[in-house]
Nanobody, 121 residues
Framework: QVQLVESGGGLVQPGGSLRLSCAAS????????MGWYRQAPGKQRELVAA???????NYTDSVKGRFTISRDNAKNTVYLQMNSLKPEDTAVYYC???????????????WGKGTLVTVSS
C-alpha cells in the first residue's frame, strides 16, 4: 500500500521558516502532479501550491513570494519551503500526489496524513 509520508512541521515564530517534505513510501511507476494543501481550524482544506511532473508551479495568492514548492522525481519527493511565516499560515498541511502504481493502474490521488504547522510567538 503506497503511503505519502510528510515531515518538517512544527512550531515557529512569525517571520520564521520551515521546510516540509513528503515522500512516497515505495517505488511508484509514475507520479504526475504533486501538491500541498492546508486546513486551518474551522476552515475548508485549500490548495497551497502544486507542481506538475514537468516542474510547472502554481500558488494560492496568500503564499506567493513566500512559499516555494519543488520536487525530486528520482526520490518521489515533494518539498514546500515556507519563509516569512505568518500566524494565519497555521494549519495542518497535507501532501497530495496523483500517481500510477504500475503501468496497468489508473491514475489515483493519494494523501498524506498531515503535518501540523504552528506560527506563534
Amino acid at each position: 500500500q503506497v503511503q505519502l509520508v510528510e515531515s518538517g512541521g512544527g512550531l515557529v515564530q512569525p517571520g520564521g521558516s520551515l521546510r516540509l517534505s513528503c515522500a512516497a513510501s515505495e517505488s511508484i511507476f509514475k507520479i504526475y502532479a504533486m501538491g500541498w494543501y492546508r486546513q486551518a481550524p474551522g476552515k475548508q482544506r485549500e490548495l497551497v501550491a502544486a507542481i506538475t511532473s514537468g516542474g510547472s508551479t502554481n500558488y494560492t495568492d496568500s503564499v506567493k513570494g513566500r512559499f516555494t514548492i519543488s520536487r525530486d522525481n528520482a526520490k518521489n519527493t515533494v518539498y514546500l519551503q515556507m519563509n516569512s511565516l505568518k500566524p494565519e499560515d497555521t494549519a495542518v498541511y497535507y501532501c497530495n500526489a496523483d500517481l500510477r502504481i504500475d503501468p496497468r493502474a489508473v491514475v489515483t490521488p493519494y494523501w498524506g496524513k498531515g503535518t501540523l504547522v504552528t506560527v506563534s510567538s
